[in-house]
């Protein structure tokens, strides 16, 4: 049944792999993204839309704030899912507007970061939910400022760690949004 779902309409991930081709080579989001795709998402923005089952949630159909927010990133100059929106059509049966994007894993940091997807390490909403590789790395980040003696040293070290520059970038625009 579908009484697990908050809306009937769900959303879906097209894996490209093995068998189905290994990956679309087309320039899906224009010149600025990527040419190369193993993973795309035909999003259907169940949350706060107005299909959804909660009459709260209807009422607050926010359906472009994800990639209003990706845009804003990237004309900051950072790294965000670039995607649009599109009508789906499953044999013949109109299924509704999408939006369809990037999916931000280890393929899509390789992309845009160079190297291999084996050297990412992808979390999905915090430390605990390992989607590939480790937390090790994101750990080990918090932990130095607890290991340093001043916040001066502190600051020093998680500059040999993370853009803090662009880490900036990344919250100013969370902030705005």
């Known amino acids: 049944t579908l009484n697990r779902w908050k809306n009937y309409k769900l959303s879906f991930r097209l894996v490209l792999r093995g068998v189905y081709g290994g ?11 990527a040419n190369s795709y193993d993973t795309i998402v035909l999003d259907s923005r169940p949350q706060n839309s107005w299909v959804h089952s909660d009459s709260v949630q209807r009422t607050s159909a926010e359906y472009v704030r994800d990639q209003a927010s990706s845009n804003t990133q990237l004309a900051l100059g950072g790294y965000a899912c670039h995607g649009r929106p599109v009508h789906l059509y499953l044999n013949g049966l109109y ?4 939006w369809v994007h990037e ?4 393929s ?4 845009y970061l160079g190297g291999e997807k084996e050297d990412y390490d992808i979390l999905k909403h915090d430390y605990t939910n390992i989607v590939s590789g ?3 790395d994101y750990m080990a980040l918090f932990n130095l400022s607890a290991t340093s003696p001043n916040t001066v040293t502190a600051f ?12 900036i970038d990344y919250l ?4 705005y949004l």
Not at 23 to 33: E, R
Not at 95 to 98: A, D, E, F, S, V
Not at 156 to 167: I, R, S
């Open 23 to 33: 990956q679309l080579d087309y320039p899906l989001f224009g010149p600025d993204a």
């Open 95 to 98: 299924w509704g507007l999408y």
């Open 103 to 106: 999916r931000p894993d280890d």
């Open 108 to 111: 899509f940091a390789a992309s």
């Open 134 to 136: 480790s937390n090790t």
């Open 156 to 167: 020093e070290n998680l500059k040999g760690k993370l853009d803090v520059a662009d880490f």
């Open 172 to 175: 100013l625009a969370n902030y």
